[in-house]
């Protein structure tokens, strides 16, 4: 599969922004999809993921009760809807997938997603 990223961008600080990540490819709905972020010099963190239906949810605990992830299977795409964003959320942003079970968990580790997408830019100015 692949997968395009996109809907970064500048925006203040309280701010809201929406990201979508379309996927190309079959299957879809086998997949678990996670977001990831990077900021400049630091090492990449998991943000939120969902399970191949998007009945199971996982955020990290710095994003929590703000971002909101969720997928539409016939679109083929994931979102990540991010408010009251603040500056330390600055990064770029990753969509990744991972070949699942349907009932597998929703992991935060990196090392379990197969595929990525090519990161969009999220700017957020204090």
């Known amino acids: 599969v692949q997968l395009q990223a996109s809907g970064g961008g500048l925006v203040q600080t309280g701010g809201s922004l929406k990201l979508s990540c379309v996927a190309s490819?079959?299957?879809?709905?086998?997949?678990?999809m996670g977001w990831f972020r990077q900021a400049l010099g630091k090492e990449r963190e998991f943000v939120a993921g969902?399970?191949?239906?998007?009945?199971?949810?996982a955020y990290a605990d710095s994003v929590k009760g703000r971002f909101v992830i969720s997928r539409d299977n016939d679109k083929k795409t994931v979102y990540l809807q991010m408010n009251s964003l603040k500056p330390e959320d600055t990064a770029v942003y990753y969509c990744?997938?991972?070949?699942?079970?349907?009932?597998?968990?929703?992991?935060?580790?990196?090392?379990?997603?197969?595929?990525w997408g090519q990161g969009t830019q999220v700017t957020v100015s204090s």
């Open positions: 969902l399970s191949r239906s998007g009945g199971r949810t």
């Open positions: 990744a997938a991972d070949w699942a079970i349907s009932s597998a968990p929703v992991y935060d580790s990196s090392a379990q997603y197969d595929y």
């Open positions: 490819g079959r299957s879809f709905d086998r997949y678990n």
